[in-house]
């Protein structure tokens, strides 16, 4: 199975700042990597997949970049609405797994 | 507006089985691809079955295969997820997901998720 290691595993940033989190996968996935975004109360939200490819209907400030075993996710700007638990998914082989998440906490 | 919502969890022992149902609305149902993802507590996401449209395709990780079963009734836009012989470590929060489209191995929309607990 493909391993994917998430860092940090914890971030504390304020609004309006610009964070990155990181995602590597065991073996190279090509571009295909998800990244989630869930919150208390809510579903859970694709925010990108294929590696860098926005979903209809997330703000701009979001982007994802990276490709092999390499990816990262970028926030700019930190919008109060942005804090909560981030994932990643590779897309390429199965079984299709998961990180173990990096939450993302108001400073 | 795309909606998923699940039923079906609570507590079961060891050993014995569990019906979870999801139902859709708000697309066409049997257009798509479905899933199940777990999340035990605390813990991250695990992929656990995905269905193809007609249901004539099913796929599970080792985790889950020969004990789970994702079925599907497109007539009335409707997911199941039999699970047998569970364990303490299939306690859970058990989404269901929609694959955003053909060949795409990654959720589009999710519902709010049911818990299951096995427990003695």
């Known amino acids: 199975d493909v391993q994917m290691t998430q860092s940090p595993y914890n971030l504390a940033a304020s609004p309006g700042e610009s964070v990155s989190i990181n995602c590597k996968a065991s073996k190279s996935i090509s571009k295909y990597l998800a990244w989630y975004q869930q919150k208390p109360g809510k579903a859970n939200k694709l925010l990108i997949y294929d590696g860098s490819t926005l979903q209809s209907g997330i703000p701009s400030r979001f982007s994802g970049s990276g490709s092999g075993t390499d990816f990262t996710l970028t926030i700019r700007s930190l919008e109060p609405e942005d804090f909560g638990l981030y994932y990643c998914?590779?897309?390429?082989?199965?079984?299709?797994?998961f990180g173990a998440g990096t939450k993302l906490e108001l400073k | 507006e795309v909606q998923l919502v699940e039923s079906g969890g609570g507590l079961v022992q060891p050993g014995r089985s569990l019906k979870l149902s999801c139902a859709a609305s708000?697309?066409?149902?049997?257009?798509?691809?479905m899933a199940w993802v777990r999340q035990a507590p605390k813990k991250g996401l695990e992929w656990v079955a995905t269905?193809?449209?007609?249901?004539?395709?099913?796929y599970y990780p080792d985790s889950v295969k020969g004990r789970f079963t994702i079925s599907r009734d497109n007539a009335k836009s409707s997911l199941y997820l039999q699970m047998n012989s569970l364990k303490s470590e299939d306690t859970a929060t058990y989404y269901c997901?929609?694959?955003?489209?053909?060949?795409?191995?990654?959720?589009?929309?999710w519902g709010p998720g049911t818990m299951v607990t096995v427990s003695s």
């Open positions: 998914q590779q897309h390429n082989e199965y079984p299709y797994t």
């Open positions: 269905i193809s449209t007609s249901g004539s395709r099913t």
């Open positions: 708000g697309f066409t149902f049997s257009n798509y691809y």
């Open positions: 997901a929609r694959h955003r489209g053909y060949g795409s191995w990654y959720f589009d929309f």
